[in-house]
């Protein structure tokens, strides 16, 4: 079967055949149908994301179960599923109080090699491996929906959708009334958007330098947007919000603008940090910025918890109060990964997805 394998070093990702194993005890294997391209994927091609190699890329993912190894009990067979990054134990003190984002006890996604290339071994990439036909994950991370959801959609879930909804609802908590800005328009800010919409929040303000998504986030929510290559945002944000933020979502992963959504809080405000810089880098800032209460939080997909958040943001699709059709900015075949990919990094995208199977 076809898949996305990323070789490592600066060789591109090619469009391989792959075998793959039968679904052990507690795995099942899932037919991809819809997996989307997220910056992380990205980043583990320009090694910001550092990940032994081969590995089949992609981890934003829908399809349908195929089958389960022994003991499963929670799919079955022709189930629809979105597949879920997140390892736990199921078993320490943080699982047992419904934070697995916080396991202490996790499984290492990076030891997992469910593919062959070559015959060797091949690794998946963040539990899922969504970039190919099929796959085999752990249970806890093939989570049934509503099957009405089209898997384009449903792929959407499982990545760019929680992560940036789960921010807003999970972790910032943002309560009716609030005022909020997103920095960054990509899909997770656009989706800390609709948190936004779905928590209540009286100020939406999107920021973005590129027009078309200042106009998409609009259409999903924002009340207010910032053009950053115009305007200066720290000081447009301030005056909309009568001195800063209650809350501000930093969906980029760039440390210039982690200091500006620092910068545009107001007394109270807590910055959320979503987007994902190199690893290894530190950010400095005023110590004094932080006076008047003022919180940054760090935030891991969402601060997730997938068999609640999965069929819940599926739920909020088809009941038309979360908009997911429309951050789907082009559809391709896994054959044209490169164009998709040179997509992404012209910024034209929201999402791009692919079609499998
Ligand atoms: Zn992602
Ligand atoms: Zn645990």
Same mark, same amino acid.
């Given at each position: 079967m076809k898949a996305a394998v990323f070789h490592g070093g600066s060789r591109p990702v090619s469009?391989?055949?792959?075998?793959?194993?039968? +679904?052990?005890?507690?795995?099942?294997? =899932?037919?991809?149908?819809?997996?989307?391209?997220?910056?992380?994927?990205? @980043?583990? *091609?320009d090694g910001t994301i550092p990940y032994p190699t081969p590995v089949v890329l992609g981890h934003e993912g829908a399809g349908v179960v195929e089958a389960v190894g022994p003991g499963v009990q929670s799919v079955k067979e022709g189930d629809a599923v979105v597949l879920s990054t997140l390892a736990h134990c199921g078993r320490c003190a943080a699982c047992e109080v419904g934070r697995p984002t916080e396991c202490r006890n996790a499984p290492n996604p990076k030891d997992t090699q469910p593919?062959?290339?070559?015959?060797? +071994?091949?690794?998946?990439?963040?539990? =899922?491996?969504?970039?190919?036909?099929?796959?085999?994950?752990?249970?806890? @991370?093939? *989570?049934?929906?509503?099957p009405r959801v089209p898997f384009e959609c449903a792929a959407l879930i499982g990545c760019g959708i929680m992560t940036g909804v789960g921010a807003v609802l999970n972790r910032a908590r943002v309560e009716v009334g609030a005022s909020m800005a997103v920095f960054g328009l990509g899909g997770i800010g656009l989706s800390c958007v609709q948190g936004g919409v779905l928590a209540g929040a009286a100020k939406i303000i999107a920021v973005d330098v590129v027009p078309a998504k200042l106009a998409l986030a609009s259409r999903l929510g924002a009340t207010h947007t910032i053009d950053a290559s115009r305007d200066e945002p720290v000081g447009a944000v301030r005056d909309l919000t009568q001195g800063g933020a209650d809350y501000t979502f930093e969906a980029v992963g760039n440390l210039a603008v982690i200091r500006q959504a620092l910068e545009a809080l107001g007394p109270g405000g807590a910055l959320?940090?979503?987007?994902?810089?190199?690893?290894?880098?530190?950010?400095?800032?005023?110590?004094?910025a932080l006076y008047q209460n003022k919180a940054i939080l760090g935030c891991r997909y969402g601060t997730a918890r997938p068999r609640r958040d999965f069929p819940m943001l599926a739920d909020l699709y088809l009941g038309g109060r979360l908009k997911i059709d429309e951050?789907?900015?082009r559809r391709y075949p896994l054959d044209e990964f490169a164009g998709a990919v040179a997509d992404l990094q012209r910024g034209e995208l929201a999402r791009g997805v692919f079609l499998l199977s």
């Open positions: 469009i391989v055949d792959v075998g793959l194993r039968e +679904p052990g005890p507690g795995e099942v294997r =899932v037919a991809i149908r819809a997996a989307g391209l997220c910056h992380s994927d990205l @980043s583990v *091609i593919f062959v290339l070559d015959g060797r +071994p091949a690794y998946q990439f963040a539990n =899922v491996s969504a970039f190919t036909e099929r796959t085999v994950v752990r249970e806890q @991370s093939a *989570i049934p929906i509503d959320t940090i979503v987007g994902v810089p190199k690893l290894g880098s530190s950010a400095e800032f005023v110590v004094q951050l789907i900015t």
